[in-house]
């Protein structure tokens, strides 16, 4: 049995734009997986999309 995947990544800013924290959040199981915590400037770096774990 094959079951869909229901994972969305969110991304949360934190203190004014300051920091943004990224998840995964799987919404059937009710379930949210850390993924990345970075400065904005980190972020918009863009680096992170190509880790394994994105």
């Known amino acids: ?3 869909m995947l ?3 990544n969110s991304t ?3 203190k004014g734009n300051k920091y943004r924290l990224i998840l995964d ?3 059937e199981e009710q379930v949210a997986y850390f993924k990345y ?3 904005h ?3 918009d770096r863009e ?3 190509n880790d394994f774990y994105y």
Do not use: G, H, P, V
């Open 1 to 3: 049995m094959t079951k």
């Open 6 to 8: 229901s994972l969305f």
């Open 12 to 14: 949360f800013n934190i």
């Open 25 to 27: 959040i799987d919404y």
């Open 37 to 39: 915590f970075l400065t």
């Open 41 to 43: 400037a980190e972020y």
């Open 47 to 49: 680096q992170w999309k």
